[in-house]
């Protein structure tokens, strides 16, 4: 199946002039509007933004579950009219069947599929084993670590051979030392792959070591700020967070969504607001603290 | 056989022993692992033990009730005695009467809760998924649910032909809708990130019901059947006693009008087995079908 996503590069995620609102006693709510994104095949892009800012409903959206209010989303020049198994999804909450080892969950894009039970066990282990749990597969998702629940959530994204993969705030759940070993994990199986990947997280330090390009969101409702190019090279090493570049990176990152978030609160504070506040605490003024 | 040289060497020991006799394992590793075992499994342990002790003092208690035959507010002038229950215990397991009330009542409860899971469960699982089936069935499960299945006696025996299909009827109906709710309950609390995740991976319609609603409302459905299956009792022994020839219901309360007080303690007790055995039961089944939630 890489093989097959290598010669003819497909997985060309195209979201043009989309927008999309909901319903309330109030009148329409606008989450997202007027965005383009474009995801090139075999291309990492990530999506950051203050939360709330729409960028798991433009993910949903591409995903199939949500229909745009307007504009369209396509995959290789298909529109999306509902969820498929190629676009594979991993979701926060790992969102593993409990009811289902650790195999059988991997085993499932490739039931429904049809595969006969012997070959998509054997497909199963092979994928576990690249993952690092084929001890593991006879074992019940609640008796595993975050970590290696979302290895499996991944392996079982990637089990169906999907053209794209979206990942929604993977790795929000896990602690910062298993992150770290998890964005390595997902780099070097998306490199294996060479699949295309939208990847939506609130961690700017993530969303830059592990993209080649970053989509920058306002706060609500929603739209693209700013696109920034990643020209670290590959493969990326841990080290490369301390670099000039990286931090350079990230402060204008920062900046960007420091702006969106106070926007996001209210945006009524300002720095001069803060140094107004005088409540001491413990000796110290809030400005202090802050 | 085991002298402290011995249990050092278990070599000598295999060399010392008499032919045919069992070498004893190496004793020490023994009783550390039954050291251990008692160590992990001490609050079990501990609890069979109050358990027992509970029982014992419950049975003494209402031993020296009996005797003294103490009035104080209730009259324990007529209650008999354990030991004259145990004498018509061991009557009447000799006698096949008893055991045919029994059977009886056992077949009744296999039907009327059988068939209680059989139209319950699917009916739960298809108003969870269907709206328009939820909006038409709901209403009069609401209306019809708060009847206690003994109320529906009368009506019952007007319905059926037969005395045995009343009775049926009843413990189908006091199981029923334990079932019902709670099937439902486990559809709606279903999580919809399963089931998105599920058609992410190019499941359709009848699979996502089969491998995510399903499997995702077993617990409650389980919840549903143990609820369903003490009712069932409740309402069979009601019914029993009201309008039964023969069933255990029927055997506590003609021994009320035989004056065979003994045979109502008997019928009680058996009542009380016979609801536990079938939890039991129940219990059992779940753990089966739901290997997951067994640790």
Redesign the interface.
């Known amino acids: 199946m890489s093989h097959a996503a290598l010669e003819t590069r497909q997985g060309h995620i195209e979201v043009r002039n989309f927008a999309l609102s909901y319903e309330t006693i109030d009148g329409a709510v606008e989450a997202v509007t007027d965005t383009q994104i474009h995801v090139a095949p075999g291309e990492f892009v990530s999506i950051v933004g203050p939360s709330g800012c729409g960028k798991s409903t433009l993910l949903n959206a591409v ?1 199939g ?1 949500l229909k745009p209010t307007c504009g369209i989303v396509t995959v290789d020049g298909n529109a999306v009219t ?4 190629e ?3 991993v ?1 926060q ?1 790992y ?1 593993l ?4 080892t650790v195999r059988e969950n991997v085993e ?2 490739l039931k ?2 049809g595969m006969p039970k012997f070959e998509r066990a054997r497909a199963a282990r092979t994928l576990l084993g690249l993952a690092g749990l084929e001890a593991f597969e006879n074992h ?1 998702p ?1 008796r595993l670590s975050g970590g290696m629940k979302q290895r499996v959530g991944i392996v ?2 990637l089990a ?1 051979g999907p053209k794209v993969l979206l990942l929604d705030e993977p790795f929000g759940a896990l602690d910062a030392q298993t992150r770290i070993i998890m964005q390595q994990i997902l780099t070097n199986m998306w490199q294996r792959l060479k699949i295309s990947v939208l990847f939506v997280t609130h961690d700017i330090d993530e969303a830059i070591f592990l993209s080649d390009r970053v989509y920058c969101m306002t706060a609500r409702p929603g739209s693209i700020k700013a696109e920034i190019q990643i020209p670290l090279e590959r493969p990326r090493q841990q080290a490369m967070m301390m670099s000039s570049e990286f931090l350079a990176l990230r402060r204008g990152l920062m900046s960007l969504i420091r702006e969106e978030s106070l926007k996001a609160m209210g945006g009524e504070i300002t720095d001069l607001g803060m140094q107004g506040l005088s409540i001491e605490l413990q000796g110290h003024s809030i400005a202090d603290i802050l | 056989m085991s002298s402290p040289a011995l249990m050092t060497s278990p070599n000598q020991a295999a060399a010392t022993a008499a032919p045919g006799a069992a070498i004893p394992p190496s004793r020490p590793e023994f009783s550390a692992r039954a050291a251990r075992w008692f160590r992990l499994n001490q609050d079990r342990l501990r609890a069979l033990l109050i358990g027992t002790a509970s029982l014992i003092a419950f049975l003494i208690t209402w031993h020296l009730l009996t005797t003294y035959r103490v009035v104080f507010f209730v009259k324990f002038t007529n209650v008999p005695a354990p030991l004259a229950v145990y004498a018509s215990f061991t009557k009447a397991i000799h006698d096949p009467k008893f055991l045919m009330h029994i059977l009886l009542s056992c077949r009744r409860i296999f039907i009327g809760f059988s068939l209680a899971a059989l139209v319950g469960v699917p009916l739960g699982l298809i108003m969870g998924r269907f709206k328009l089936v939820h909006e038409i069935v709901f209403p009069v499960a609401e209306v019809l649910r708060p009847i206690p299945a003994i109320a529906w006696v009368p009506m019952a025996i007007m319905l059926w032909p037969t005395n045995e299909q009343s009775i049926v009827f009843i413990t189908f109906l006091g199981s029923f809708f334990p079932i019902l709710v709670n099937t439902l309950h486990g559809m709606t609390l279903v999580d919809p990130v399963l089931v998105r995740a599920a058609k992410c991976l190019g499941a359709r319609e009848t699979s996502i019901f089969r491998e995510v609603y399903f499997p995702a409302s077993l617990p409650h459905i389980f919840t549903g059947l143990t609820v369903g299956m003490g009712v069932a009792w409740v309402s069979l022994i009601a019914a029993e006693m009201i309008s039964g020839q023969f069933g255990i219901g029927y055997f506590t309360w003609e021994a009320y009008s035989l004056v065979q007080y003994a045979d109502i303690a008997l019928g009680m007790i058996a009542i009380g087995v016979l609801g536990l055995g079938s939890s039991l039961v129940i219990r059992a089944a779940g753990q089966l079908v739901m290997p997951w939630r067994s640790r």
Do not use: D, I, L, V
């Not at chain 1, 069947?97 to 289902?100: E, L, N, S, T």
């Open positions: 995903a579950f509902g969820p498929s198994a676009r594979g999804m979701f909450q969102s069947f409990p009811w289902k499932f894009g429904m599929r019940y609640e079982r994204a169906t």
